[in-house]
């Protein structure tokens, strides 16, 4: 399985719903990448504010798939609901 924070991230991803414009805080992206589950993720967007919250997850997406392109993208997404721990998975594939 993966983080909600990544599974909210690429539901905005690929729905090209770009919700933030501009640089996103350092604090809101620690925020954002904390939410490890969903009873987090309500909390975190409640703190940083949606729009931010939900642009921050999808950069974050939109990273990884620059780093590891859209084939290391979908690895990493059948890799995590195959099982595999996510973060192990996503250092894997920058390495």
Excluded: C
């Amino acid at each position: 399985m993966y983080p909600t924070w990544f599974d909210e991230g690429l539901a905005t991803y690929v729905a090209g719903h770009p919700n933030w414009q501009g640089k996103i805080p350092a604090s809101v992206r620690k925020r954002v990448l904390s939410a490890k589950r969903t009873w987090h993720w309500g909390k975190a967007y409640r703190e940083v504010g949606v729009r931010r919250a939900y642009g921050a997850a999808a950069a974050e997406v939109e990273s990884i798939e620059h780093q590891v392109g859209r084939t290391g993208l979908m690895e990493l997404i059948a890799r995590a609901e195959a099982g595999e721990d996510f973060n192990a998975v996503l250092a894997d594939l920058l390495s």
